[in-house]
């Protein structure tokens, strides 16, 4: 069974920083393409990015509201996805999703619980 | 900057059919987006249901489906139920690995 659990979330303040985790289980993780996805409260969800395997490249693309901030890495032996995000402003608010990708497909596949990341002074 | 664009709600009643749309800013939709589909209920992840525009993912029922009507993206639920109430998102794959998601449609099933 596909499982993804997010970590790291809670309460910083505008300028800080903050690293999620993203533990993955289930399936062979070093193959998979991931994603970050947030959702601010209230409001729908935003691609935050993606990173392929290291056997595709490792490519990383960014959302253009997080580029140069936010920073999305894997520990293939840990099955572990990050999202290490600096700067943080008010409206990067959200619960945070990693989600897996349907390669050829160009989807989102399986998705975790999320993470609440706050931020407020 | 691209615009998905979704209908911000929809009432249907219990076994009858509705139509979400997802459309472009500028543009139309076709299969070269690969559109997909998900559904949220409150509090919960999303779960995936369709993708490459028509495929269900796995689980879901066939009562949902996906296709492209004139200019845009649309998920079709045929003899809704109660717990399809929920909010439903298009996502789009803009190339240059980018994806944005729509503006969200809420379906209320009475």
């Known amino acids: 069974e596909v499982q993804l659990v997010e970590s790291g979330g809670g309460l910083v303040k505008p300028g800080g920083s903050l690293r999620l985790s993203c533990a993955a289980s289930?399936?062979?993780?070093?193959?998979?393409?991931m994603n970050w996805v947030r959702q601010a409260p209230g409001k729908g969800l935003e691609w935050v990015g993606r990173?392929?395997?290291?056997?595709?490249?490792?490519?990383?693309d960014y959302a253009a509201p997080v580029k140069g901030r936010f920073t999305i890495s894997r520990d293939d032996s840990k099955n572990t996805l990050y999202l290490q995000m600096n700067s943080l402003k008010t409206e990067d608010t959200a619960v945070y999703y990693c989600?897996?990708?349907?390669?050829?497909?160009?989807?989102?596949?399986?998705w975790g619980q999320g993470t609440l990341v706050t931020v407020s002074s | 900057q691209t615009v998905v664009t979704q209908e911000p709600s929809f009432s249907v009643s219990p076994g009858g059919t509705v139509t979400l749309t997802c459309g472009l800013s500028?543009?139309?939709?076709?299969?070269?987006?690969?559109p997909s589909w998900y559904q949220q209920t409150p509090g919960q992840a999303p779960r995936t249901l369709i993708y490459?525009?028509?495929t269900r993912s796995s689980g879901v029922p066939d009562r949902f489906s996906g296709s492209i009507l004139g200019n845009k993206a649309a998920l079709t639920i045929t003899g809704a139920q109660a717990d399809d109430e929920s909010d439903y998102y298009c996502?789009?794959?803009?190339?240059?690995?980018?994806?944005?998601f729509g503006t969200g449609t809420k379906v209320t099933v009475l």
């Open positions: 989600t897996t990708v349907k390669v050829g497909a160009a989807c989102f596949d399986y």
């Open positions: 289930g399936f062979t993780f070093s193959n998979a393409w």
């Open positions: 990173i392929k395997s290291k056997t595709d490249g490792g490519t990383i």
């Open positions: 500028s543009g139309s939709v076709s299969t070269s987006y690969y």
């Open positions: 490459s525009t028509s």
């Open positions: 996502v789009l794959f803009m190339g240059s690995g980018s994806y944005v």
